[in-house]
């Protein structure tokens, strides 16, 4: 038992000092409070906001996250120094190196749910596989899907800077691609601030 315990602080640790808390910050001044007060009516949600790269994940993530006073969570801080290091030299990884990764953010989402905290979530989650590890399926999980052809993606990523991930690895990104069958689907296209007011209607 105090192995596991141990085990589980660590996680909570990790969790808390690679978040972005907008819940915080935003209760002491009350903005925004009505509109997750609304959305959840007390109920505990973790948003999976997912797509392929270059959709639009984080900006749409940390905006609804920042609309609804919650935490925000950018999944790509969660994989490993290897992993990272494939990406920047355009390899794919496989399910051995996302297994850890998928694992880690299943710990994000029985955490804040268990503590009755909600959370926002960008991650590619591509395949059905990958998002029955995170529980997607479960009442207390929203996913969302960033949606938009490989054309419109690459337009994109040529204007994109600063990302470790290689453009490069968009073709592959689309063969993996397993599009959701029970998720709520978005035109990737739109503004951030369009997206956030369909997935608050819903």
């Keep these: ?77 969660y994989h490993s120094a290897e992993s990272i290091e494939k990406m920047r030299n355009s390899l794919p990884l496989d399910d051995d190196d996302r297994t850890p990764w998928l694992e880690r953010l299943r710990g994000i989402i029985d955490t804040h749910v268990e503590k009755g905290d909600n959370a926002v979530i960008a991650c590619s989650v591509l395949k059905e596989k990958y998002r029955e590890v995170l529980g997607a399926e479960r009442k207390d999980v929203k996913l969302v899907y960033l949606k938009a052809s490989e054309e419109v993606i690459r337009k994109r990523l040529e204007k994109r800077e600063g990302h470790f991930a290689s453009p490069s690895l968009l073709k592959s990104q689309f063969e993996a691609l397993e599009e959701p069958r029970n998720a709520l689907v978005i035109d990737a296209s739109l503004e951030a601030d369009e997206i956030i007011n369909i997935i608050k209607k819903h």
Aim: proline share 0%; aromatic share 12%.
């Design 1 to 77: 038992m105090k192995e596991r315990n141990t085990e589980k602080q660590k996680q909570e640790s990790l969790i808390s000092s690679q978040n972005v808390n907008f819940k915080d910050e935003q209760y002491k001044t009350g903005e925004n409070y009505l509109s997750g007060l609304f959305l959840w009516y007390g109920e505990v949600m973790v948003y999976i906001i997912m797509g392929v790269m270059g959709a639009g994940k984080t900006t749409a993530a940390k905006e609804l996250a920042e609309a609804l006073n919650c935490y925000f969570f950018e999944g790509d801080d």
